[in-house]
């Protein structure tokens, strides 16, 4: 007997969208928060591995991980560690000056991707930026200031106003567009060729365009993407603030698809939830030059300890083998789960998914799903995303196919009362 839904009266689509109203009154109230994304009422005040407690102390199962950023769950020894030593011996020595974390962090990216430089900013955004400023920098040097960068439709390279025109993921009407950039659909490589011209000096793409719904590019179109950069002298980006830093199995997305980009945007994943972001460079184009980049708290030494420890899990011995065994795990759970309930194609790779529903109700079993303490992301109204902790062990995945089978079940149920609601 489920004594949870004992406790629980049978819900109306109306229901789901509505959270449990026990919210503590000495919560602090979100009045004076200017709105940005729509959030639910909980406060959540602490975390472990693949679990969040709310101020009821009420326990959710993070198949989220803050939009895969936390690559080693909440608060991991590793990182707390890391952090806390480092913030007693040194938070911030200042931009004009080195540390020892930002100075190991750059040389153990370069040497486990096989990058010639590195440099590390604060987020995602930040990175795609300075990768669209290194191309154009390349493009000055070598290909007699071709300015120009192509993009897909579908990717999101971030927020601020360069890496927006280089997108379309989100609403990005108060955004000015600026020139300077093509956009081509994704997977097409004779957009791509009918695209490049003498302006052109760079492709610039993610391996899995994530929140356009986990689509994957093919890699018959990633390894065509590359040859036609090779044969015309242009650069390879590959933003990999999602699919970077384990979240494919491998480190870098790229190695999957056996392709090498010029340069390769980290984020999200590389500092565990602490904000830091990195940029990769091969070959010439590591060009910048002193004076070029510049940024408070890039390189800072706190956030670089985070990159530190994470990077130094991620590499572990053993690590990517158990992210990669996780994975087959997740996507049979979820492949049996889809084909029960009649949901569609399932998409992606390592620890990063996509489930397409059979109708725009994504939303719904968002909202369901956090009724029965789970976390989870509606990137399109009918995908569910799956981004659990890198370390996610089989028996939280095994309790999360549970739970979100409870979800779509209550989903199912409130649009048969809505149904029958209508016809009477
Ligand atoms: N690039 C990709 C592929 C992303 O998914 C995101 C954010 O979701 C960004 C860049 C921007 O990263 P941030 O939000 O850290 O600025």
């Known amino acids: 007997m489920n004594l949870f839904n004992l406790r629980r009266p049978q819900p109306s689509l109306d229901d789901l969208t509505v959270e449990p109203a026990s919210v503590q009154c000495d919560n602090p109230s979100s009045e004076c928060l200017m709105p940005s994304v729509e959030r639910p009422r909980q406060i959540f005040v602490r975390g472990q591995g693949s679990w969040l407690w709310d101020s009821d ?23 707390v560690n890391a952090i806390s030593a480092q913030s007693q011996a040194l938070i911030n020595p200042g931009f004009g000056l080195h540390n020892r974390a930002q100075l190991t962090l750059a040389e153990r990216l370069c040497q486990s991707t096989g990058s010639d430089q590195a440099y590390l900013l604060n987020s995602g955004t930040e990175a795609c930026e300075a990768a669209i400023k290194l191309a154009r920098k390349w493009g000055q040097l070598h290909r007699g200031g071709a300015s120009r960068i192509i993009t897909a439709s579908g990717s999101c390279h971030g927020h601020g106003f360069a890496a927006m025109s280089a997108s379309d993921c989100q609403n990005n009407r108060f955004e000015p567009q600026l020139p300077g950039f093509s956009r081509i659909p994704f997977n097409d490589l004779p957009a791509l060729h009918a695209a ?3 302006r052109t000096v760079a492709i610039m793409l993610e391996p899995i365009q994530s929140e ?8 018959h179109y990633l390894k065509g993407v590359e040859r036609l950069c090779r044969e015309l002298g242009i650069l390879l980006i590959l933003d990999e603030v999602q699919t970077g830093v384990g979240r494919c199995g491998t480190l870098l997305a790229e190695q999957t698809y056996g392709v090498r980009a010029d340069i390769t945007v980290l984020g999200k994943g590389l500092g565990g939830g602490v904000p830091v972001a990195a940029l990769l460079a091969r070959g010439t184009a590591c060009c910048f030059a002193p004076g070029e980049l510049h940024g408070t708290h890039h390189g800072n030494a706190l956030m670089s300890a985070a990159g530190l420890a994470v990077l130094g899990s991620v590499l572990d011995h053993g690590f990517l083998e158990h992210v990669r065994e996780s994975a087959q795990h997740l996507r049979e759970g979820l492949a049996r789960l889809a084909n029960r309930y ?4 399932l998409r992606g790779q390592g ?4 489930l397409t529903l059979s109708d725009d109700s994504a939303d719904a079993v968002v909202k369901a799903a956090l009724y029965e303490g789970l976390l989870l992301n509606a990137p399109q109204a009918n995908c569910l995303r799956f981004t659990p902790a890198l370390t996610v062990s089989k028996a939280n995945i095994d309790e999360m196919l549970l ?3 409870r979800a779509f079940s ?9 149904r029958k609601g209508i016809a009477v």
């Open 57 to 79: 102390d009420r326990a959710y199962l993070d198949f989220t991980q803050g939009g895969a950023a936390n690559s080693l769950g909440h608060s991991p020894s590793a990182l």
């Open 196 to 198: 490049v011209d003498a």
């Open 212 to 219: 356009a719904g986990v689509i994957p590019a093919t890699e």
């Open 342 to 345: 009649g949901h569609g194609e």
């Open 351 to 354: 620890l990063l998914w996509g």
């Open 403 to 405: 739970r979100l089978t």
């Open 410 to 418: 209550r989903v199912r149920t409130a649009q048969l009362q809505c």
